[in-house]
């Protein structure tokens, strides 16, 4: 079993940054890929980024460039950085983990986190 917690999130305007936390108990959680979602109000949950287990980052093309995946296994802890934000950005982000390899697919994750509201003004 693994359980995670998501931090970080908030208000913020465009073009300012945010960096969400998410962290993961159990003692093999660096055994887990990590995975951020997010979910606007009125649309499907996106994937936005993940990283293996062996740290190899994946993005979403809409966040190439601008997000940062990372994680510290000492910590037990996966980062999104977030620059450059824009109002689109805005959605409750959330975490999932999975073992070994990343996937693109958020039903193939197994464990979640309750989610952070990011907000973005313009």
């Known amino acids: 079993q693994v359980q995670l917690v998501e931090s970080g999130g908030g208000l913020v305007q465009a073009g300012g940054s945010l960096r969400l936390s998410c962290a993961a108990s159990?003692?093999?959680?660096?055994?887990?890929?990590m995975g951020w979602f997010r979910q606007a109000p009125g649309k499907e949950r996106e994937f936005v980024a993940a990283?293996?287990?062996?740290?190899?980052?994946y993005y979403a093309d809409s966040v190439k460039g601008q997000f940062t995946i990372s994680r510290d296994n000492a910590k037990n802890t996966v980062y999104l950085q977030m620059n450059s934000l824009k109002p689109e950005d805005t959605a409750v982000y959330y975490c999932?983990?999975?073992?070994?390899?990343?996937?693109?697919?958020?039903?193939?994750?197994?464990?979640w986190g309750q989610g952070t509201q990011v907000t973005v003004s313009s």
């Open positions: 990283i293996n287990y062996k740290g190899s980052a």
């Open positions: 159990g003692r093999t959680a660096s055994t887990y890929a």
């Open positions: 999932g983990a999975r073992k070994y390899y990343y996937s693109e697919s958020g039903d193939r994750y197994n464990f």
